[in-house]
């Protein structure tokens, strides 16, 4: 019901920032909580962030906290991930995830059905 198309990634220095952009398809973005994972090699999926449909309510991993901003533009049927003082160990494929239940709901269970192919960010040291 919701494709997830993300875009953005690539090598930067330790350091560097980057800026991911989803773009949902359909006409009923704003009804989506909005999420931004990430899974490094060998290693788990992990929650990055979460963003609710208006964008007044976001959530973040610690490890990220401070670092990483998740923003979106219902206008544009996009949602964002500004990632500044990137790490080597950031180094993952970052996924987008839309989920229709309030974000509060996505973030006690972090589960959806709906996911983007992924982007590749690296952080060289």
């Known amino acids: 019901q919701v494709q997830l198309v993300e875009s953005g990634g690539g090598l930067v220095q330790a350091g560097g920032s980057l800026r991911l952009s989803c773009v949902a398809s359909g006409r009923t973005f704003s009804s989506y909580a909005m999420g931004w994972f990430r899974q490094a090699p060998g290693k788990e999926r992990e929650f990055v962030a979460i963003?609710?449909?208006?964008?007044?309510?976001?959530f973040y991993a610690d490890s990220v906290k401070g670092r990483f901003t998740i923003s979106r533009a219902n206008a544009k049927n996009t949602v964002y991930l500004q990632l500044n003082s990137l790490k080597p160990e950031d180094t993952a494929v970052y996924y987008c995830a839309a989920d229709s239940r309030a974000a509060v709901q996505f973030m006690a269970d972090k589960r959806t059905d709906y996911w983007g192919q992924g982007t590749q960010v690296t952080v060289s040291s």
């Open positions: 963003i609710s449909r208006n964008g007044g309510m976001t």
